[in-house]
């Protein structure tokens, strides 16, 4: 089922995506599922990952799973504000190249607002894990890698799994 992941490399990744249109959710529900079937399939090889987002298996939509032990959560059409002064450093990793960390900068705190698969809106608080971990799979939504964040041209390792 990774093989559905797209790598890096692949034209679509750098693409930004679509909002969906609150008549689009019922159709994509299958979708959103093999999502979520990914997060835990990719972490039961990798030992990580915690989301994903659409365009990463070719779904060119604003919608991010969360797959965790604490929660499962659809986030579609998310927006980042309150993006703090505050930065971490920190060596981000991605299901589209899944051997290769890169040290980026991400906010330590925002707020994420979307609407969920029942296009009820919410409204998160993040700070420390979860932000950075939204700020990666928000910049997937825009055509943004972690490769295009790294700190500087040194800030790359390989990792076997």
Request: charged share 20%; glycine share 4%; with cysteine.
């Amino acid at each position: 089922m990774l093989e559905k992941i797209i790598k890096l490399g692949d034209p679509r990744l750098y693409k930004v995506c679509d909002n969906v249109a609150p008549n689009e959710v019922t159709t994509l529900l299958p979708q959103i599922e093999n999502l979520h079937q990914l997060v835990l399939n990719f972490r039961k090889i990798y030992g990580s990952g915690r989301a994903i987002a659409a365009p990463q298996i070719g779904l060119m939509k604003r919608i991010i799973c969360l797959n965790t032990p604490q929660k499962k959560q659809t986030i579609i059409n998310p927006t980042l504000t309150n993006l703090s002064e505050e930065m971490m450093e920190l060596w981000d990793d991605c299901m589209s190249f899944p051997n290769l960390h890169v040290r980026v900068k991400r906010h330590f705190s925002c707020t994420m607002n979307f609407v969920d698969e029942n296009w009820e809106a919410q409204s998160w608080f993040l700070e420390n894990e979860l932000s950075e971990l939204m700020q990666h799979e928000f910049d997937h939504l825009n055509g943004i890698l972690a490769t295009q964040r790294a700190i500087n041209n040194t800030s790359f390792k390989y990792v076997s799994v």
